[in-house]
């Protein structure tokens, strides 16, 4: 079946470090590939996605590649701040009807002033 | 704006108790999902449906079941609880069909059983 693996966590970086998040996945046919960030206490809002390969999805200073090549969605930014302190996820649907979703275990990212 | 309302943020139960956890989303969503979030595991799909009366099981159903009589709710039932139930449990909707569409989420319930 379909997979998203992530780079473990948690992460901890000084504010205006670069980040990357690794994010790799496996899955029949043409996904498409989402990052969602959690904040403390909410629930999963989408942060960026990509439809194909090559797309390139951007948000708030993020940004993430579909590379079909390599099965990879990898999510970076160049100056994280405080306020990016969250649980990301990286994941992809199935493009059916029903729009399943298979998600990657989360990494926590926690920038320091 | 989309909203996915959760009946509760926080709930603490016995074993053995039945347990429902209710969502509501405005947006005439057809699918609605509902998942547990664990540390290390990411989020896993309880059930999921895609239209009213019509529900799927996803990768982890056993000891859930689910309702869906109205197309704005769909409740995810506990029937008796346990305490490897103890988690957190997000719904989340989205527009049908194969275009590509984001699923949006609840603000999540975290459910102890005790």
């Known amino acids: 079946g379909d997979s998203v693996t992530q780079m473990e966590g948690p992460v901890t970086l000084s504010e205006e470090a670069f980040l990357t998040i690794n994010c790799t996945y496996t899955a029949t046919g043409y996904p498409s590939l989402f990052w969602y960030v959690q904040y403390p206490g909410e629930g999963l809002q989408l942060l960026l996605k990509a439809t194909k390969a090559d797309d390139k999805g951007s948000n708030k200073g993020f940004e993430a590649t579909y590379r079909k090549e390599t099965t990879s969605f990898h999510l970076e930014k160049g100056s994280v701040q405080v306020s990016d302190s969250a649980v990301y996820f990286c994941a992809l649907s199935d493009n059916t009807n029903a729009g399943k979703s298979t998600f990657g275990d989360g990494t926590t990212l926690t920038v320091k002033p | 704006d989309v909203k996915v309302t959760q009946s509760s943020r926080y709930l603490v139960k016995r074993t053995g108790e039945k347990v429902f956890l209710e969502c509501v989303q405005d947006?005439?969503?057809?699918?609605m999902f509902w998942y547990r979030q664990d540390p290390g595991l990411g989020l896993r799909l309880i059930y999921f449906s895609y239209d009213v009366k019509m529900k799927e099981k996803g990768d982890i159903p056993e000891g859930y079941s689910v309702s869906r009589e109205k197309k704005e709710r769909f409740s995810l039932i506990l029937e008796s609880a346990s305490t490897n139930q103890t988690s957190m449990y997000l719904c989340a909707s989205r527009t049908s069909g194969v275009r590509v569409e984001t699923q949006y989420f609840g603000p999540g319930t975290r459910l102890l059983v005790l």
């Open positions: 947006m005439d969503h057809e699918n």
